[in-house]
Structures are given as C-alpha cells and as structure tokens.
C-alpha cells in the first residue's frame, strides 16, 4: 500500500510551490490542482489523504470543491482550508472543513496541521 498524499489546490503558483517545497521536504508525496474541477479529476484517479484548498479559484471554487469531495468521500479525507480570508474559520466552517489555515501561515503551524490529520495514515501505510 501506498503512503497517502496530499493534494495542494490553489491557484496561487507562488503558494503552491511554497507548500510543495515544505511539505516533500518533510517527507510527504504531493499532487497539485489550479481548481476544484482538475482537484475532483485528481481525486477520482487516487484518493487523497489530505486535500489542502484554497477557496477562490477560477473554474471551479473551494466551495464547491468541498461540497462535493464530502459527497463522493464522505469525511474520509480530511479538508484543510487554506485562505487569506479576515475570518478564516467561517470560510472553513461554510466549507465543512476539518481544519483551517490562515494566509499567511507559519510554516511550523502548516507541519502540525498536515501531522495531525496525515502522520497516522503514513504509519499505517509504511508500517
């Protein structure tokens, strides 16, 4: 069994290399979308063990996106919000999301987010 990856949807070129950098550092294998739509196609071909997800993007929202990954999987794979929003935690919450990152983040509080949700589906993927 493969160990779960993270799928990073923003459609910021800047953030996405930015959580791609920090997150293959630490050992994690990432895939990206620029939208809801392409992160939904992605999804289907191999589920995520964690979607990162900003929340305006062209094409297809985070919204939306969020809506229907809780429709296809249920709360099997956990949405983090990541937004610049002044009220991150109502973005995340109208998302149904399990967790939320505010824009601009630390990069150690980015770590304990991905941790709490993916480090135990790694173990049990490797171990």
Known sequence: MSSPDILIVDDDPDMVETLELVLCADGYSCR?????????DMAAAK???LVLLDMLMP???????AHE???RYGRTVPIVVVT??????KRAAEADADDVLPKP???????RIVARHLDHKRDRATG
């Open 59 to 65: 094409v297809m929202n985070g919204w939306d996106c």
């Open 32 to 40: 990206t979308a620029s939208n809801g739509a392409e992160a939904l």
């Open 105 to 111: 983040f630390d990069i150690d509080e980015l770590r």
């Open 84 to 89: 610049a929003s002044e009220h991150a935690g």
């Open 47 to 49: 589920r995520p063990g």
């Open 69 to 71: 990954l809780r429709q």
